[in-house]
Each structure stands twice: as C-alpha cells, then as structure tokens.
C-alpha cells in the first residue's frame, strides 16, 4: 500500500516535471535563478533600503518582501488592538455598545476582503483632493489623493546622546516594573506602572534633545513642481491595505477574544470581583490572562492569513511580494516557475515561522498557567 | 425606563459609553440612509438621472444583467436560471426519507453537476457558450459551488490520510495541507494560470475557469481537512475499536461509524470554510475571469457612468453579505441545535 | 480488502499517468499539424484594447490583432471564422504561448530581444509599429522632458514599466512609478488624479483616451520614448507553422501595395495581368503549396479580411472611433516604413 503511494507519487512528479522539461527545453526557455543578479532597471514606489533602476532582480525581490513585512506588521498590530477592544465591546453589560460591537463584526467578517480592499482604495482614498488642494495641517502635515507627508526628522550633530538617554530610560523603566512588581508580590499593594514609564521613557531624551541643543530638526515636504518633495510619504496604497486588512481581521480577533473570554469561568469574574478588584482591573489581571491560552491558537492563524492576505495588494498598486516579485519580475524575465516557487516558498517560510513561534509562546504560558 | 436604566445607564462608564454609542450613531445613521434611500435616484437609464446628490441605483439597476449573468447570451440564460432552481430540488430531497443515506447525496450531486454542466456550457443539442462568456453572480455562484462540492470530499479524504498508520500516506498528507494552507490563494491562481500549462503535455490544455476551479478545490481541501482532522480527533478511541471488533474493513469502519459522528460534529466548521470559500471566490477576478466583483469593477471604468463606483461596490458587498450571513446564521443554529441533541443523549 | 482497494486505485492512476506520459512524446512540436486536426486556430487576443483586440456587446471579437488571427484562419481554413480566441493579460500572455495553451499571440506584443531569444519565441512580422508615449492633462506640460517629479501611472508586464525607468534615468529625471495589474487600473488611477500622466505605447494610449469621461481634456504628448512594434508571436519549434502566420500578414501588406482589396479582388483576379498580383492571387507559380498551403490562399485573405489598408481604416484609422492617422505604419512608397517582402 505504502509502496502504491510512493510508485505514484513518483510517477506523478516525474511526469510532471518530464513535461516541464521538455516543454522548456522544446521551446529554448532559459530557466536558473541567474536572473536574480542582473539588472532590474524597473522604479518601486515604496522602499525601505536604497533602491533604484540598476539595483539587481535580487534587491527588488529584498525590496518587495519588507513591504509585505511592513503591512503585515502594521496590520497585525491594529488588528489585534481593535479587534480587542471589539471583543470586550461585544460582552459589554452596555446594550447599546454590545450591539454596535455585534454590528461591526457581522458586517466587516462576512463581505470579501478583497471588496473590501477596492471600497477603501477606489471608492474612499480617490476621493482625496490632488495636490495642489491638499489638506494641510499647520503647513508640516499634508493629506492628497498622492498620500500623506509627514515631515522626516533628520539627525544633527550629537544625536548619539539622545540614543543613549533612550536606552538608560529603558533600562530604568525596567527596573522600575520589575521593582514594583516584586513590591506588590512582597505586600500586596499595586504601585502605578505606566504612567512613571512613560514619563521616563519620553521625558529623558526629550530632556537631553533640548539640552543639547536640539540636534535633529524636520525636514518638511513641500509641493515642487508636480508632487510634494521631502518628507516621509504614506501611499494611499498602504493606507487601504492597513485599512482593509486590519478592519475585516478585527472582525475576526473580536470573536475570538470573545470566546476565550467567555470560556473562563465565571466563578473566576465573581472571585475576581469578591477581592475588591474593580471591573477594568479583574479583566485584565484575572480573566485576559486565562482566556490567553484559548485565544492564542485561534489567534495565530489569524495572523497568518493577514500575512498571506497582503499579498492582495496585487490587485492595487502597493508594492509587495506578489505585486512585485510574482508581478514585474515574472514578467519582465519571464521565468515563471522560479519566480512562483520563490514567492511561494517565502509565504510558507514565514507561515511555519509565525505558527512555531506561537507554539512556543503558546507553551510557555500553558506552563506558567499551571504552575 | 427599567430596561434603559439595567443596559444602558447602570453605571457612569456605561452611561458616557451609551451617549458615546448615540453620538456615532447620530453622526452615522442620518447621512447613510439620507444618501442610500431618501435622496436617491432609482429610475432612468442613464446618469443624467442621478442628479439629486444621493446613491444613483440607476446604474445598478441598469447594470443588473450583467452583475448576475456576465456576458452570457440573452437568450441562453433560461439555460443559468434552471440550474438555480436546483437548489431547491436538494431541500426537497433533504425533506424525504431517503436523505439519510449518504450514497443518495452523492449521486444527487454528481447527477446535479453534469446536467448544470451541460445546460451552461452546452452542447449535445443545447448551443455553446464558451466560459469566456460567463460572469457576474452566476460564475461566483459556480466557482463556489464547485469549490464546496469538491473540497469536502478531498477534504475528508486528507484529514483521514493525515490520521492514517501508514507513515507514508500520513507524510505526503501532511505535506499537502501544511503547503496549500502556507501559501495564499492568489498565488495558487497565478500558479494555476500561468504554470499549469508549462507542466502539462504540449496540446493539453484546460479552460482557464476549470483551471481556477482546480487552484481553489485544491486550496480550500487543505482547510477543510484540518477541519474534518478536529471532528476525528473528537471521537472517542472507543468508536474505532469497537468498530475494528466487530470485524469491519477500513473504509467501513470509517465510512460507517467514525465519519458520521465526526462530520456531524463538525458541520459549523465545515459550514465556515464554506463562507471563507465563497468569499475567496472574488479572487479570480485577479486571474482575469469577471465574478460579481469582477463585473462591477468593469462597470465602474464605464466612461458612461463614471464616479458612481461606491454604488457599485456598496450593491456587491450587499449580496456577498446575504449570503455569507446567511451561510453563518445557519450555521450558528445547527451549532445550537446540535448542542441540544448531544446534551439530550447525555 | 482496503489495501487491495487502494493499490487498484493507485496502480490505475499510475497506469493512466504512464499513458498519458508515453502520448506525451507522440505530439510534440508540430504545431501545424495539430492546429489543422482541430480545425480552427486558438489565438491569444487582449482582453479588451479598442481597435486591436475587444469584445463587441454581442461577443464578436473585433480588431487588427484579430484581424491578423482572422487572416491566418482564412489562409488555412478557407474560413476566416475558423478563430477561437484566449483574451490574455499581459502577465498570462507568454506562457500561454510557450505552453501551448494558444497556437499564436496576436496581442500587441512588442519584439524584444530576450523575448525572441531567451523565451523561445518567434515574431512573425510587425503589424504595427508603436512607441511609447505619454497621456497627460491638457496644458500641463508640453513635452515629456518637462515631467521631472511626476507621478506615471504604467500597468505591469509590458515594456512601458522598463523604457519609462529608462527614459527617466537617461533624463536625470525623478519619478514615482505607480504600478497597476490592468491597463484599465491605470488609467483609473490617472483619471482620479493619483498620477500626474499615464504611460504606455501610443497606439493604446489613443484608444484609452476615449475612455476617459472627457477626452478632449487629455492629450497624447508628441514625445515618443521608445521602439515597439507589435508582432503575431508563435513559440519555437514549428517553423511551417511560423512561416504561415508571418506570410498572412505580408499578404495583407503586399495586397495594399498592389491595391487589391477585398472590394476589387474578383475583378482583378479575372483579368489581371501583372506577374506580381498573379503571383500573389495564385495564378501563377505555386507560392501557396510552398507554404503548405493550396494557391488560394491569399485570395481567402483578402477576400475575407481585406488588406492592411481596409482593416487598419476600419479598426484603428477614419472608420473607427480612434481616428488615428496611417503615420510612420504607411507603406514604404508612401512615406512610412511599412514593407512586406515579395512573394516571389
């Protein structure tokens, strides 16, 4: 039986790969990953390291993966951050507030993410102004139809010490939560944490920024010729990717988060609130961290789909993996089986990295729930 | 006044969230049915009717053929509402007594797909039209329904494949639903369009529609065998040996005792996958085949009707939302009813 | 009795695989062998481009790409309906020909070195020779050398993406590239004031100006940016078949230049005593059966499509919507580069 299985899977593949062969060689298509060394000579619009038109098919390929890197990390994060507070939102003694959390669930998860995506892109951010009638906030802020221009901080003289009173002020804070920490494990008693942090972790380099005399000053955009120049610009692009793709996963993290919430006990709630903690505080400090342990799962296979749903950036013009990669260098080189075996091979590279990490950090906490 | 003062204002939080909640709501609301309903153009036949600053529906409405059959043949689309009369042919064959038996459903299905084949594509009598021509509502419909009917059984075949004692079977199992759920759909249809070709016999070529419904079967079995793997994994080990004990082969033991619990079990699961096919459906847009969305994105470019794309997009996201709702709230009330069943036999 | 069941399964499979394998080796190459037991010529057409390739409302196909399909059908199959056609992206385009899914691309595909060398590809003859340009707002700049800065909308897989790169760099000029999946998506996105210009060849760029809510406000720059002549393609490996699809075309270009039309050809056919037309309409030599084909065969094409002349007038030229002018595509002796070589 094994055997069957193996003689066909064999056949199979060698037929296949017979035909593909034969079909390349009958037809005297070049076929290697030698491309990936010569020249692209095609613009992105959206860059992280340095990029041009000679920059090698291999750089692109660098190019396209850290925008997919990029969006997913964006939306991830704001996914997981609304899609919390959605899910609480849903269990809400609040009628009102319950009911427009159930709203928002039951429209954005089930229309298509890929309507979705175009809605945002071609019906809301085309209605932007152009640039010479750009939104401007205190002329360093500009919104058009081209993106948005933040102004780029650029880095004087003695920037170093501003780094450096970051990483004590990190430090410090540190310490401080392991102090306080240990203060109510020792007594009970619950010092402010996050407040002293912050204001350590902005106050020290602000204070050293202004001491030193300001050593980074902003470099501002401005409109030259047909387009604003300078500054950091976000393509509307990105801005419907982020938008449709942390919307419609929200949707989904709120059910989840509602689930595992209500999958701890509620004689937990009511212990909880018997100890005298108040509501905001039994959430977090009892019930959250119990509902973890069902939430992560669930959770890590709703990052991996927003990863592997970025790549419908296809269907807009933001730069990624596919857009790029599957997009303008297949076509330029027309070496389509290299390239697809690439980009498919990232897309299960970061998949079965994502979910072990998560099996990992799914493990530690099972071990520190139960001990 | 009791039921305000218990869910709405039964605490200071609560009552600023409440007036939070009307503010949004206030702000919301009044526009959005202003725009959708009240100030809205539904007839005419061209834009110069749209002129009083709502929703134009006239250009849905003008549009609808092609939103629902593509570019099928006027005359031929008897020929696509027949076989949307099928599914009620199916609830019929659910109410009568035969339904129970599983071998029944497949060739109801089988039997199903041929003859809905050969009434859209033609032929043996019936004119041609080449699936170039079939679009809108009724090519989603065939993507998704094709997508359903094949992924569960392979589905299930691979959950069972991953379950297997044979190390081999149970490997290449893995393999296949670890990639297919590792990559994203839109490069299985690039894959599908683009390289299928090359791996094929010079000469032998497949429909583009049959080779996108390739890339989603096989992309959607993947998720639909981690699906069924949870319903294995759910019956006791009890079930496979007693099974085993009273002398059946293995695919008796699993077709008769393992699988209908299992699959029971996991119908709101199944049922889920099936939304997140349907919606995946839209995809093939991206490949160049013209689905509902891929329709109203045609009819947006129109030059005639330019600037009325939110209406477009607003009409397809309402159907798509009818159907996966209401795929969902199926679900939920199997969830429910099954709940019960399992509760009363404890 | 599972084991028996499956190995059966998989042993048939396997069988059915090794059969499938073993026809594998018994058709390979030749093309025109299977185009003619098949009856009809699978040809790869843009999905929608007016006047090279679009589906009319009732689906008929209508075009100068198409045209050039029509035309090798009518040379083949006495028939000029003998066509089915693939619409293709410009990504799908190339292994669609390379994998045998369609028997010729005719679909505004620019000849390039690496696509005639390194993809295994063979040009059959320029149908129109394009260049790229740019679409840009009424009064916004006069020539292409004014864009520094702009926003270009270009949609991907075609050789704008790369001779914009190009012609900006050599400039010295900065641009943000604003890449689409589909010609339409590009123009949209230019329409609503994302780019300041579109670019892609300027044939096509004529045809997508109609489709803008108000044409009269565009306008194509005069600057023409690059080399692009558009050619049938077929894939290596068949050269009668080749030669066919490169001589349909020449017939049409020939006949122009010898003024036979699809209006006129009976006529002249009966008493036309110029060696050359005689020659080219079969009435002297055996140029058809050199190409595998019977001596009618150009008769059939221009009977049945008509020369270059009538289909580029009434796809692209006065008698369609675009009005393009004949320019650097008129013939030789009239000004533009257009030559077929002799049927001899």
Request: with cysteine; proline share 4%.
């Amino acid at each position: 039986m094994q055997l069957a299985v193996v003689a066909s899977l064999l056949v199979a593949v060698t037929w296949i790969a017979g035909n593909t062969a034969a079909n390349l060689e009958s037809r005297g298509i070049a076929s290697g990953f030698g491309f990936l060394s010569s020249e692209s000579g095609f613009g992105i619009i959206q860059s992280l390291i340095a990029y041009d038109e000679s920059s090698s098919y291999g750089r692109a390929f660098v190019v396209a993966l850290l925008n997919t890197l990029v969006v997913s990390a964006i939306g991830i994060l704001l996914a997981t951050g609304v899609g919390f507070v959605i899910g609480i939102a849903r269990l809400s003694s609040n009628w009102l507030v319950a009911r427009l959390a159930g709203g928002y669930v039951e429209v954005f998860r089930n229309i298509p993410l890929l309507l979705q995506l175009f809605f945002w892109y071609f019906a809301v951010l085309r209605n932007l102004p152009s640039p010479r009638q750009s939104i401007s906030v205190m002329d360093s802020v500009f919104l058009n139809i081209r993106g948005l221009y933040l102004p780029r901080p650029v880095a004087g003289e003695g920037i170093g010490w501003v780094w450096l009173a970051l990483l004590i002020a990190m430090a410090s804070a540190g310490v401080w939560w392991r102090l306080a920490r240990r203060h109510q494990d020792a007594t009970g008693e619950r010092r402010a944490v996050f407040w002293p942090c912050l204001a350590m972790l902005a106050g020290l380099p602000a204070l050293v920024l202004v001491l030193g005399g300001a050593p980074l000053h902003f470099e501002f955009a401005e409109l030259r010729g047909f387009n604003f120049v300078g500054g950091i610009v976000l393509i509307p692009e990105l801005a419907a990717l982020v938008l449709a793709l942390s919307a419609y996963t929200a949707a989904f993290v709120a059910e989840i988060v509602r689930a595992g919430i209500l999958s701890v006990d509620r004689g937990q709630t009511e212990a909880a609130r018997a100890l005298g903690l108040r509501r905001g505080l039994s959430l977090r400090l009892v019930i959250i961290p119990q509902a973890m342990r069902v939430i992560i799962p669930p959770l890590t296979s709703q990052y991996l789909n927003l990863v592997k749903n970025s790549s419908l950036a296809a269907a807009i013009a933001y730069p990624e993996l596919v857009s790029v990669f599957a997009g303008t260098v297949l076509n330029q080189t027309g070496q389509a089986i290299e390239v697809i075996a690439l980009t498919m091979g990232v897309y299960l590279v970061l998949s079965l990295s994502i979910s072990a990490l998560m099996n990992w950090y799914n493990q530690h906490s099972m071990l520190r729930g139960r001990g | 006044m009791n039921w305000l003062r218990n869910n709405l204002f039964n605490s200071p939080l609560n009552s600023l969230l409440t007036l939070a909640s009307l503010g949004l709501l206030w702000l919301l609301l009044p526009p959005l049915v202003g725009w959708a309903l009240v100030d809205a153009d539904f007839h005419g036949s061209s834009r110069a009717d749209c002129g009083s600053g709502g929703a134009c529906w006239v250009f849905v409405i003008n549009r609808l053929d092609q939103f629902l059959y593509g570019l099928y043949p006027l005359e031929q689309r008897w020929r696509v509402n027949c076989v949307l009369l099928a599914p009620l042919l199916f609830i019929v064959l659910a109410r009568s007594r035969r339904a129970g038996r599983i071998r029944n459903w497949a060739a109801a299905i089988g039997l199903f797909i041929v003859v809905a084949t050969w009434l859209l594509h033609g032929g043996w009598g019936l004119p041609v039209v080449e699936t170039t021509r079939w679009g809108g509502l009724m090519l989603t419909l065939v993507v998704a329904a094709v997508g359903m009917a094949c992924s569960l059984p392979l589905g299930i075949l691979l959950a069972l494949g991953r379950q297997s004692e044979l190390p081999v079977v149970r490997a290449v199992c893995v393999a296949f639903i670890e990639f297919w759920r590792g990559v994203p759909l839109i490069t299985v249809l690039f894959m599908a369009s683009v390289m299928l070709p090359l791996f094929l016999p010079e000469g032998v070529s497949f429909d583009k529609l049959l080779r996108a419904l390739i890339g989603v079967t096989l992309f959607e079995s993947a998720y639909m065998a981690e699906v069924v793997r949870g319903g294995l994994q759910a019956i006791p080990r009890g079930q496979y040996e007693a099974a085993a004990a009273i002398g059946l082969g293995y695919w008796r033991r699993m077709g008769l005792v393992v699988l209908p619990q299992a699959l029971r079990l996991v119908i709101p699961g199944i049922v889920n996958t099936f939304i997140a096919l349907f919606k995946d459906t839209t995809l093939v847009l991206i490949i160049g085949l013209f689905d509902l969305l891929g329709m109203v994105q045609a009819a947006i470019a129109d030059p005639a009707w330019l600037g009325y794309s939110v209406e477009g997009y607003v009409f397809a996201a309402a159907v798509f939302w009818l159907f996966c709702f209401g795929m969902s709230r199926y679900s939920q009330a199997l969830e429910a009813r099954l709940d019960q069943t399992t509760h009363e036999r404890n | 009795m599972r084991h028996q069941f499956l190995l059966g399964l998989f042993l048939n499979l396997a069988l059915f695989l090794n059969l499938a394998l073993a026809a594998n080796g018994a058709h390979a190459g030749a093309t025109l062998d299977a185009v003619r037991a098949k009856g009809f010529v699978q040809c790869g057409v843009n999905q929608g481009l007016p006047g090279f390739s679009n589906a009319d409302n009732k689906g008929v196909w209508r075009g100068l790409d198409v045209d050039v399909c029509r035309a090798v059908a009518a040379a083949l199959f006495g028939d000029a309906a003998k066509v089915k056609y693939t619409p293709l992206s410009a990504k799908e385009r190339l292994t669609a020909l390379q994998s045998g899914e369609i028997d010729m691309l005719s679909r505004n595909t620019t000849w390039t070195l690496t696509r005639d060398a390194a993809l295994g590809l063979n040009f059959a003859g320029v149908v129109y020779y394009d260049g790229q340009g740019f679409l840009v707002r009424k009064g916004m700049v006069k020539s292409a050398r004014e864009l520094d800065g702009a926003a270009v909308c270009v949609h991907t897989g075609t050789t704008s993406e790369l001779n914009m790169a190009d012609y900006f760099r050599k400039h010295d000029m900065k641009y943000t590239p604003v890449v689409f999946e589909k010609a339409d998506e590009a123009l949209h996105a230019y329409a609503a004031g994302r780019c300041d210009v579109v670019t892609t060849d300027r044939s096509q760029l004529y045809a997508q100006r109609i489709k803008l809510k108000d044409p009269e406000q565009h306008v194509v720059l005069g600057d023409v940016i690059s080399k692009e002549p558009l050619a049938p393609v077929v894939r290596h490996g068949d050269d009668e078949w080749f030669d066919i699809v490169k001589w349909s075309l020449f017939a049409m270009i020939n006949a122009e230049e010898m003024n036979i039309s699809s209006d006129n050809v009976d006529t002249i056919k009966a008493k036309t005593e110029d060696p050359g037309v005689r020659r080219l309409l079969g009435l002297e030599g055996d140029k058809g059966k050199d190409l595998g084909l019977d001596n009618d065969w150009a008769y059939r094409i221009i009977k049945q499509v008509g020369n270059y002349s009538e289909i580029f007038e009434r796809n692209l030229g006065s008698g369609s919507p675009l009005k393009m002018e004949r320019g650097i595509n008129a013939l030789w002796n009239q000004g533009g580069i257009l030559y077929a070589p002799p049927v001899r």
